[in-house]
């Protein structure tokens, strides 16, 4: 198997992405309310991360997309503060390492776009991604953060930047 190539989303990505999204969710059995299932922006992302302080990237292995996230400023946040949004690898690009280098890819990028912290939100039954989540330096958080409209994840993790190496 090659190795995975982690790029800018393109337009002609935009189909792929919310289909590989909405197939994860609908495997982790996440509620279609109330999480990104029902984010109007999935079918739209390229245009939908081409605002100031955001990117999304795609993981692309033998020309398929396996995986996806993106940063962008968290809506109605108080502090220089950015979400790791939608991170989502379908299983054949899982546990190889490439949500890492993913998670990489998005830090560096918040990181350039000179955000203090990354807050993200996901759910109680994902746990390989949550352990991903604290070996790349997220803490846990006791409340959200921010206005996201995801009221079906109640697991929020925040990093600082501004400490990190």
């Given at each position: 198997?090659?190795?995975?190539?982690?790029?800018e989303?393109?337009?002609?990505?935009?189909?792929?992405v919310?289909?590989?999204?909405?197939?994860?969710?609908?495997?982790?059995?996440?509620?279609?309310?109330?999480?990104?299932?029902a984010?109007?922006?999935l079918?739209?992302?390229?245009?939908?991360?081409?605002?100031?302080?955001?990117?999304?990237?795609?993981?692309?292995?033998?020309?398929?997309?396996?995986?996806?996230?993106?940063?962008?400023?968290?809506?109605?946040?108080?502090?220089?503060?950015?979400e790791?949004?939608?991170?989502?690898?379908?299983?054949?690009g899982?546990?190889?390492?490439?949500?890492?280098?993913?998670?990489?890819?998005?830090?560096?990028?918040?990181?350039?776009?000179?955000?203090?912290?990354?807050?993200?939100?996901?759910?109680?039954?994902?746990?390989?991604?949550?352990?991903?989540?604290?070996?790349?330096g997220?803490?846990?958080?006791?409340?959200?953060?921010?206005?996201?409209?995801?009221?079906?994840?109640?697991?929020?993790?925040?990093?600082?930047?501004?400490?990190?190496?």
């Amino acid at each position: 198997m090659g190795s995975i190539i982690i790029r800018e989303i393109e337009a002609k990505d935009n189909q792929s992405v919310a289909a590989l999204i909405r197939k994860v969710l609908i495997e982790h059995d996440v509620p279609k309310v109330g999480s990104a299932y029902a984010d109007p922006q999935l079918d739209c992302m390229t245009e939908t991360y081409a605002v100031p302080k955001a990117a999304y990237f795609v993981a692309e292995l033998e020309g398929k997309i396996i995986g996806c996230a993106g940063i962008a400023p968290l809506e109605n946040a108080t502090e220089n503060v950015c979400e790791l949004q939608k991170m989502y690898f379908l299983a054949e690009g899982r546990g190889q390492g490439n949500g890492n280098k993913m998670i990489q890819k998005c830090i560096e990028a918040a990181k350039s776009f000179g955000y203090e912290k990354c807050y993200l939100e996901t759910m109680p039954n994902m746990l390989a991604a949550q352990s991903l989540y604290k070996k790349s330096g997220f803490d846990y958080i006791c409340s959200p953060m921010g206005n996201t409209g995801h009221n079906a994840c109640p697991v929020w993790m925040l990093k600082d930047l501004a400490n990190d190496n």
